[in-house]
């Protein structure tokens, strides 16, 4: 005859119709306050480094005109051709 240990609180209190529900409720209740909270911070971030971006961009001056140095055409005559 072999006895089975008697149930704790605990697993008697999740068979329970009514708490399975409770502790149902409560978590899709923590998941969405974890998730809707991510997405804010989330969405805060990203309009953060846009703003501080822009502030960046406006306080630059504006580019300068430069001249870029012409380089000199290649002559195969001047160069020295490597053994091979």
């Keep these: ?6 149930q704790a609180p605990r697993a008697a209190s999740i068979r329970d119709p009514d708490a399975r529900r409770r502790v149902a409720h409560l ?5 969405g306050l974890a998730l809707s909270g991510t997405l804010t911070l989330g969405v805060l971030l ?4 846009l703003r501080r971006g822009r502030l960046l961009r406006d306080s630059l001056p504006p580019p300068r005109a ?6 000199e055409p290649a002559d195969s005559a001047t ?3 490597l053994p091979s």
Aim: proline share 12%.
């Design 46 to 49: 990203l309009w953060h480094l």
């Design 27 to 31: 978590s899709v209740l923590w998941g």
């Design 66 to 71: 430069r001249s870029l140095i012409e380089p």
């Design 79 to 81: 160069h020295e051709t």
């Design 1 to 6: 005859m072999s006895r089975l240990p008697p």
